[in-house]
């Protein structure tokens, strides 16, 4: 092969545009890298740009992303030469273009959009339906890859994402696993949420995901958790297929994988265990977000690992000067909602938090603030800096005391005051620091104090209704710590187990 690329590189001057384009596309499809020929091939090229035919150019700029060699350059003047002949590009042409300049991170907002407009037709009464029939020529790897690429390159079109899902729909069974979880993490990349799409997309991966790599798995979840659909069973599959590629996993995918399972809600103890047994020995491999985002899931899932979060704490010591003021403050709440002691650790969060407090937006005041508070109750010797303490207290007070009662908590209201020794049970009432607002108090006959918080879904796992999550578990024990005995009233399955409990 070196010896025919040394050959072609004394008579480029005499090769046709097809001839440039062909043996572009072969070294890429070969894998065969030579920078100094390619760099005096596309000096060659670039001239005759205008005579290339659509699949010429289409092949070009695939096999350039292919090899990983960068001309801006000359992509753009080979997109130049492309703009005017898109409307002639074949399906399997479009797809290669937008997901070559993807890979090669090379942004054309222009170009793109006259890329998606050539697959439009041209017609007054435009419809989705008609734009979906344009895109049925196109097949599944055309698709996920189009898809992908505008996710890749920020680009949004809701009408041409819409027809191409709606052409996509039937063809997902012939998806292959990357397909697949490009296409759920491209949606949720842009923000496009399609609720029957997803379900389809889902039923189509999931007898596949034995076959997903690492990846596409750490994806597919992060996708859902970041669209917001919750679908348990298919969740529990991928986890059950996941443990066995653990092993594989990147360390942004162990972190990631943990944060989309505590976005969703969805716990698995069997799993979580695993996946820690595999991050532990290579926390050092961890970023700084890695780290807190992990540290953070594990809170909100309640899963308690004291010797892997010490170790992950270890880790964060010698990282902590390059913490961003939401990595700080998801450290911070996630060992007091473990109930996880490290004085110097915490010493040290707390200092520079306070030296970017203006950095810090109203959810970050808000955690610290719990932090703090458990710290109080804890009695620790870890200094809080007064300007970092006064702006969490304001944080906190503007934003979660709220005095005003949901109906459903009146509704719940009426049933306490029945039950024996309730009748003077009160709505909102504060606790004596003026911090939390109680739900419904309860002075009981004994002289104790119950709180009686109604909780909606979302203070539980979704594929465990009875397990509470961390915050509202931290809550619960900030109240205790002010001398109140605390009841959650689950309101999805009514009241049943209050007048059990009663």
């Known amino acids: 092969m070196a010896e025919l690329v040394e050959a072609a590189t004394l008579q480029l001057r005499d090769f046709k545009p097809q001839e ?22 596309l000096k060659t090229a670039t001239p005759q740009l205008r005579d290339f035919n659509p699949q010429g150019l289409a092949n070009m700029v695939w096999a350039l992303a292919t090899l990983g060699h960068t001309n801006d350059a000359f992509i753009v003047a080979l997109l130049k030469a492309a703009a005017p002949q ?14 070559a300049l993807a890979t090669l991170g090379h942004a054309d907002n222009d170009f793109v959009a006259a890329l998606v407009k050539a697959a439009t037709p041209q017609l007054p009464d435009f419809t989705s339906q008609a734009l979906a029939n344009t895109l049925r020529d196109f097949k599944p790897q055309e698709l996920s890859n189009i898809v992908w690429a505008l996710a890749t390159l920020g680009h949004t079109d809701d009408a041409f994402m819409a027809a191409l899902l709606k052409t996509a729909t039937p063809q997902l069974r012939d998806f292959n696993p990357q397909g697949l979880a490009n296409m759920v993490w491209a949606l949720a990349t842009l923000g496009h949420t399609n609720d029957a799409f997803i379900v389809a997309l889902l039923k189509a991966a999931a007898p596949q995901l034995r076959y997903f790599n690492p990846q596409d798995m750490a994806n597919t979840v992060w996708a859902l958790a970041t669209l917001g659909h919750t679908d348990g069973d298919f969740v529990a599959e ?7 590629r653990l092993r594989d996993f990147t360390p942004q995918a162990l972190a990631n994988t943990p944060l989309a399972l505590a976005r969703l809600r969805h716990y698995d103890g069997a799993f979580m265990a695993a996946l820690l047994k595999e991050a532990m020995p290579r926390l050092r491999t961890f970023n700084e977000e890695n780290l807190a985002n992990t540290a953070w899931a594990l809170a909100t899932l309640s899963h ?100 005003h009662p949901s109906g459903v908590q009146l509704e719940v209201l009426a049933v306490v005051r029945q039950l024996p020794g309730c009748s003077g049970a009160t709505s909102e009432q504060t606790t004596d620091d003026g911090l939390f607002n109680i739900d419904i ?40 710590a002010r001398g ?19």
């Open 20 to 41: 440039l384009s062909n043996i572009v596309w072969a070294l890429a499809t070969l894998g065969h890298t030579d920078d100094a020929f390619m760099a005096a091939l």
């Open 86 to 99: 898109l409307r002639y590009f074949n399906p399997q042409d479009m797809a290669n273009t937008v997901w």
């Open 238 to 244: 991928l986890l059950k297929a996941a443990t066995l």
């Open 304 to 403: 308690a690992d004291d010797a892997f979060v010490a170790a992950l704490v270890k880790e964060a010591t010698s990282k902590l000067r390059n913490f961003t003021p939401q990595s700080l403050s998801n450290m911070a709440w996630a060992l007091a909602t473990l109930d996880h002691t490290d004085d110097a650790f915490m010493a040290a969060q707390l200092q520079q938090a306070a030296g970017m407090v203006l950095g810090l937006c109203t959810l970050d005041l808000i955690q610290l603030f719990q932090c703090v508070l458990w710290l109080k109750d804890q009695q620790s010797d870890v200094t809080v800096p007064a300007q970092l303490a006064d702006a969490c207290k304001r944080a906190w007070i503007e934003a979660c005391v709220d005095p």
């Open 441 to 480: 108090a309860v002075q009981l006959p004994d002289g104790s104090k119950l709180a009686v918080e109604v909780d909606g879904p979302h203070h539980f796992m979704s594929n465990q209704p009875g397990r509470l999550g961390g915050a509202t578990l931290l809550r619960n024990r900030l109240l205790e």
């Open 484 to 502: 109140w005995r605390v009841l959650s009233v689950p309101v999805m399955t009514g009241w049943v187990p209050l007048t059990k409990q009663g």
